[in-house]
């Protein structure tokens, strides 16, 4: 799975972005797909994830703000921020996750910046 993270830019604290992860190669329909974030100098930490049935989680952080969805016609992952602030910002990148009794399937994408500035 080669996966396509875009959507990233410059927003004005309180604004929206809506980052899109397009897969490639095989369908995402029976991955767990998550986005992760990076800020400068931090680890890497999970934001939202998406599994193949379609429950969602969120990290704390993000809870009630972000929302994660797939189109997996589309072969699309989605994640809408709202309301965004300073802490927000991020490289952004997406998740492609499966694991099976035999092995792991996990593919990320290259990562799409998010800055809000105050």
């Known amino acids: 799975v080669q996966l396509q993270a875009s959507g990233g830019g410059l927003v004005q604290v309180g604004g929206s972005l809506r980052l899109s992860c397009a897969a490639s190669?095989?369908?995402?329909?029976?991955?767990?797909m998550n986005w992760f974030r990076q800020a400068p100098g931090k680890q890497r930490e999970l934001v939202a994830g998406?599994?193949?049935?379609?429950?969602?989680n969120y990290a704390e952080p993000v809870k009630g703000r972000f929302t994660i969805s797939r189109d997996n016609a589309k072969g699309t992952v989605y994640l809408q921020m709202d309301s965004l602030k300073p802490e927000d910002t991020a490289v952004y990148y997406c998740?492609?996750?499966?694991?099976?009794?035999?092995?792991?399937?996990?593919?990320w994408g290259q990562g799409t910046l998010v800055t809000v500035s105050s």
């Open positions: 190669g095989s369908t995402i329909s029976i991955y767990n």
């Open positions: 998740n492609a996750l499966r694991i099976r009794t035999y092995g792991k399937y996990d593919y």
């Open positions: 998406i599994t193949s049935i379609g429950a969602v």
